[in-house]
């Protein structure tokens, strides 16, 4: 028996974008895909990623790696999960650290899109390389369970919104409409958001009112690791 | 200048316990760590662990080396989060995926206990090899963190429980006293636990109330991946 080959380490990373769904006009989750120039798996779409190299920090290589095929340069990305099942890969052992971000519209307008890297709506995916189906899958999972308690709806946002907006972002992750009065209350209630005081500006009659985060319990949810810049 | 060698994978587990403080009487969250007997960090205590074998599951690998050097056998370990910083290890690029579980007293007691595996108060760790210490922390804010929307705190608690021993768990991981009018409100209108109908036994006047998990939320919160079987 020949000693099987040592695991390797490669990154990936899932980045959610909010887009209008071209069917049906509402906003949808929409993510950058890179289509395969080798073996295995060749010309199916994939993850942005690569091989871990043994000087670059885990989210560093991430960054550099999703940079390098998308041209997307996202503020901070957050470590989702690693998944490292036997068989994932064809011949050798392959560990992925997968990383995780959501951009604004404007940030993902500015990617890079030709025949090798398309953006995909997230409930509509073809059949893709290695295990990213599944990795896409409970990406999604995360997403959706996480908005229901924490601000990572606000990714989506620029700096101020209007609750609609917020609520936009809300019925897309959870795929399914919310009830603007309970919504409101719901918000209002969890301190997640301050009024500004401004109104959206362009509005003539009883234009929204402009809310931003609420910076005091940014602190508490990234943890004692910090953002994890790449 | 010769290439560095390629990235080592490595897998260890946190596991926390509530017992009392030997100090203040009350519940305390304990974690068990092994000496090392060999270099780097000779004779300091780490975390259970060891190398990743190219043809075992990440989980799998995680449970056997916890029960070969502590004995313990926790139901099942999730994963908390992969470190791998520059310079955490001397030597060899170390990419280290850690898994987490939180076990029951008695499970707890099982463990063996000898001059080289012991169990420490989780905040009053001594220097540990590594970045053990860090890794530690990170688990305890995430326990911190999902203690206050998640049902982790029933991994504690037999199938079974009053709610003073619920409360018991939130206080020791929360660290601060909670009232019990307050924790009695919270815990029903979230409709996490359920009541049994039945009654502590051994107390003759005004038994305490049993509850038991609410199992309808349980499969929504395990997540698409379902519980990660070591």
Redesign the interface.
């Known amino acids: 028996m020949t000693e ?6 490669a990154v990936s990373t899932v980045i959610f974008a909010l887009r209008p769904d071209a069917e049906s006009g509402f906003m949808t989750l929409w993510l950058p895909l890179v289509r395969r120039t080798r073996e295995p798996h060749l010309n199916l779409w994939a993850l942005p990623g690569g091989w ?7 989210a560093a290589a991430a960054a550099r790696t999703l940079r390098e095929t998308t041209g997307l340069t996202p503020k901070y990305l957050e ?1 989702l ?2 998944f ?3 068989g994932r890969s064809p011949g050798n ?1 392959v ?1 992925s ?1 997968v990383y995780w971000a959501l951009v604004q519209s404007g940030e993902a307008d500015a990617a890079a899109v030709d025949d090798n890297v398309q953006w995909f709506p997230a409930d509509r995916l073809p059949d893709l390389a290695f295990d990213h189906n ?1 990795i896409v ?2 990406a999604l ?2 997403l959706r ?1 996480k908005v229901e ?1 924490s601000r990572i709806a606000h990714a989506f946002l620029g700096e101020t919104f209007t609750l609609a907006q917020l609520r936009d972002v809300h019925e897309a992750v959870l795929r399914r409409a919310l009830d603007p009065a309970n919504f409101r209350r719901m918000i209002e209630s969890s301190g997640t958001v301050v009024d500004t005081g401004l109104r959206l500006a362009g509005v003539p009659h009883r234009p929204p009112r402009l809310y931003r985060y609420n910076d005091s319990q940014t602190l ?2 990234q ?3 910090g953002p994890l810049v790449g």
């Open positions: 099987p080959h040592p695991p390797v380490l871990l190299p043994a000087d670059e920090e885990l470590q999960y690693t490292g099942d036997l052992r560990v650290v599944h899958e409970y999972w995360r369970t308690y508490a949810e943890g004692p690791l």
